[in-house]
């Protein structure tokens, strides 16, 4: 029972922390809504596209910062409530999924949000860096090559899933089972980018502004 009290705490204290949109919060900042401009996503692309390398910056630090508070808060109450180690694992990636969820469906901006992709990175940096910056470097390798952001979310996510498999990393099953759910949460978010892959008609990244 208390094992299901910390878990519902750490979702929604998550899910109210990422509702924080930062891409939205900016763009007001800027005078825009920036769902209302470019490809309409409350995310790190299109606010580089509609305002900006100086905003995205922003958005960038801010998005980082606001997994990284989402796991030390779950951590804090895996402590409270256990006071063990592995309780503050649990309470960490808990609450950084309901953190990407926040951010997807914002309580404060109509549940329209973004696509959570950099919060779960910095979620995953959290608790295992060693696979995470490997998700990284294959993300970097993939929209330098292609130039597309979408293509090298989804491929970094999924390589996440499949090397937090492997024996040398000696995860627990709860791990795959909360990568597993970040990862279709990335995925289904995409959809329509995956759709536009396969037509061809997905936009590419520029660095014009």
Not at 5 to 17: A, D, P, Q, S
Not at 164 to 173: A, D, G, I, T
């Amino acid at each position: 029972m208390t094992n299901f009290i910390l878990n519902f705490v750490c979702l929604i204290v998550g899910y109210l922390l990422g509702s924080v949109n930062t891409s939205i919060v900016v763009g007001k900042i800027y005078g825009k809504d920036v769902r209302n401009y470019g490809s309409k996503g409350a995310g790190l692309t299109n606010v580089l596209r509609v305002l900006g390398k100086k905003a995205a910056l922003i958005v960038l630090i801010g998005d980082i910062l606001k997994g990284i508070l989402a796991c030390l808060i779950g951590s804090a109450l895996g402590d409270y409530f256990y006071h063990g180690n592995i309780a503050n694992y649990e309470g960490a990636l808990i609450t950084g999924v309901g953190a990407v969820i926040g951010h997807n469906w914002p309580l404060y901006f109509n549940f329209k949000g973004g696509k959570g992709a950099l919060i779960a990175i910095s979620v995953m940096f959290m608790v295992n860096w060693q696979m995470a910056l490997l998700s990284i470097i294959f993300f970097l390798l993939v929209v330098a090559i292609t130039r597309y952001v979408s293509l090298g979310t989804i491929g970094a996510t999924l390589l996440f899933v499949i090397v937090s498999y492997l024996p040398f990393f000696n995860e627990s099953l709860n791990f795959h089972i909360i990568s597993s759910l970040l990862a279709i949460v990335i995925i289904f978010r995409h959809r329509a980018n995956i759709s536009r892959l396969i037509n061809g008609t997905e936009n590419k990244l520029s660095f014009s502004k």
